[in-house]
């Protein structure tokens, strides 16, 4: 596994990272704990080094979970973390949609350093960018806890230009976490350019469509109630037979290689610029492996102007979140 650098600040991590939301729920029920320790620790031998978390996956689950699975390989790891949801810090209760003063900020720190088993959070994102609170004084709270060494690099998750920029005048910034993949290409028009020109990197998080890029969800996928895209108008059956065009185009292009289509869907991410780092979630050690694999698939110039080319006569259809959940996101 090669490295790949986020930011101009010196954050170094694996190319492909992994995403633990699902690990503590999101798709279903949860799987089992020892299972998912084991599939973080088989991560790290396979060369991941970089593993992405969040307060609110849970909350708080699931950064007991990465804190217990990574305590002992700490020092070869690079955990990301978020902040932002309005969560009582003691109860977990979510007390309303979002929290980004800067008194919170700190104080949620502090829970996350314990249950991650810490003494720093190596990336510490913003989790959506709150209204209420100025942008310089979320940057100011994580400019303060760099220099307390509670915090190493500082981000922000699915944020505006504008907002980027703001943040990144008082606290330099080293990554942005949006949603980016083939059926999800809005940060290609302003957010691409804007992060090139002041040298953050790029995490896109639901590299694979939350699963529909892999080619395992068909036009009559159905979904409990429980898994988060019953409630995504992108995988209404409607709009899962439009959208299954995209999953053939990457069939098209696995066949040739010899890979699947998930591989292709990430090979061409990275493809895309050397500071794109994705971070695909599983629970399954098989897909962990296949999703590694495609850290090693070489699309050539011809591969990517096929891809683009047929990607861009296909209109994807149907909203990527519920109206409440795009209303929290600042692209």
Request: aromatic share 6%; charged share 25%.
């Amino acid at each position: 596994m090669q490295k790949r650098t986020l930011g101009n600040q010196g954050l170094e991590v694996s190319e492909i990272g992994l995403g633990c939301m699902t690990m503590t729920g999101g798709y279903g029920q949860s799987p089992d704990r020892a299972t998912m320790i084991q599939l973080i620790r088989t991560a790290v031998e396979r060369g991941v080094t970089f593993f992405d978390t969040a307060e609110t996956y849970g909350p708080f689950k699931n950064e007991a979970l990465i804190g217990e699975a990574l305590e002992p390989l700490r020092k070869d790891v690079v955990i990301a973390t978020k902040f932002g949801h309005n969560i009582d810090l003691v109860t977990g209760e979510r007390l309303g949609p979002l929290n980004s003063r800067p008194e919170h900020i700190k104080a949620a720190t502090e829970g996350m350093l314990k249950r991650l088993r810490t003494d720093h959070i190596d990336l510490l994102y913003q989790h959506r960018v709150d209204p209420s609170v100025p942008m310089a004084d979320v940057a100011g709270a994580v400019k303060d806890l760099i220099a307390q060494g509670k915090v190493r690099y500082f981000g922000l998750s699915e944020a505006g230009a504008r907002s980027i920029r703001q943040a990144h005048a008082v606290q330099p910034l080293s990554a942005l976490q949006s949603e980016y993949s083939l059926w999800t290409r809005e940060p290609d028009a302003e957010i691409l350019p804007t992060l090139e020109e002041l040298g953050i990197g790029l995490v896109p998080f639901s590299p694979l469509g939350k699963g529909f890029l892999t080619g395992a969800i068909g036009a009559d996928a159905t979904f409990a109630g429980s898994d988060l895209r019953s409630r995504i108008p992108r995988f209404e059956p409607d709009a899962l037979k439009v959208n299954l065009a995209l999953v053939d185009l990457l069939r098209r292009i696995a066949a040739r290689k010899g890979a699947t289509p998930a591989q292709v869907a990430l090979a061409w991410l990275l493809a895309r610029k050397p500071w794109i780092v994705p971070i695909p979630g599983t629970t399954k050690p098989a897909r962990l492996d296949e999703n590694l694999g495609a850290a090693s698939l070489q699309l050539h110039t011809s591969d990517l102007r096929e891809i683009e080319d047929a990607a861009a006569a296909i209109k994807v259809q149907g909203a990527r979140y519920p109206e409440e959940l795009m209303r929290m996101t600042g692209l």
